[in-house]
Every structure is written in C-alpha cells, then in structure tokens.
Nanobody, 124 residues
Framework: QVQLVESGGGLVQAGGSLRLSCAVS????????MGWFRQAPGKEREFVAA????????YYRDSVKGRFTISRDNAKNTVYLQMNSLKPEDTAAYYC?????????????????WGQGTQVTVSS
C-alpha cells in the first residue's frame, strides 16, 4: 500500500512562493499518476494539478495556470508543486494523491490514496 506525506506548507505574503513536496513510500512513485488538490474551510476539495506517471503530461485548474508548476522526480519518489505569485484565495489545506498509472484524471474520487495534507496560508 502506498503512503503519501506532504510537506512545505506555511504562511506567506501575497505574491510570494512556496514549494510543496509529496514523499511517496510503500510503492514506487512511477506506479502512479499523481495529483494535488486543495480544500479551504467550508468548501469542497478541488483539483489543482496532475501529472502523468512519466511526467510527460501535466494538467492545471485555470486559476493556477502560469503560477503553479507540478513536477516529479521518480528516482526520489517525490512529487512537487511549485507555487508562485500566491494569492489569498490560494489559502487552503493542500493534499497530494496517487491515481491510476495510465489514466490522468482530475476528480478526487478517482484517486485511491491520499496524504494527510499541508496548510498553505497566504496573507494579503
């Protein structure tokens, strides 16, 4: 069974940057497509970004395109989310998730394994 542990969250001013990491253990990261999701208080969990098992394909929600970059290093069993030009509306708990290796999707229910989340707070 795969385990996912996120890190890198914190408090940052608007316009600042953070890099989230998701460490994969139990199985090799290349066995999965991976996704990042976020959930703000009182809101549903929403898709942020996804990446194919090889890293050759990436997908983003419209509101983060040009600001966030998802990447992966399968040799290190780690997935990253580089977040630049952060806005207060990016404030949320961020979760990484592991999905089907050969089908990259954006719906939370399609991902079978989740980390515990890391909090990102952007002050104005």
């Amino acid at each position: 069974q795969v385990q996912l542990v996120e890190s890198g969250g914190g408090l940052v001013q608007a316009g600042g940057s953070l890099r989230l990491s998701c460490a994969v253990s139990g199985r090799t990261a290349s066995s999965y497509s991976m996704g990042w999701f976020r959930q703000a208080p009182g809101k549903e969990r929403e898709f942020v970004a996804a990446i194919s098992w090889s890293g050759g394909s990436t997908y983003y929600r419209d509101s983060v395109k040009g600001r966030f970059t998802i990447s992966r290093d399968n040799a290190k069993n780690t997935v990253y989310l580089q977040m630049n030009s952060l806005k207060p509306e990016d404030t949320a708990a961020y979760y990484c998730a592991a999905g089907d290796r050969f089908r990259v999707v954006t719906t939370p229910t399609a991902f079978g394994s989740w980390g515990q989340g890391t909090q990102v707070t952007v002050s104005s």
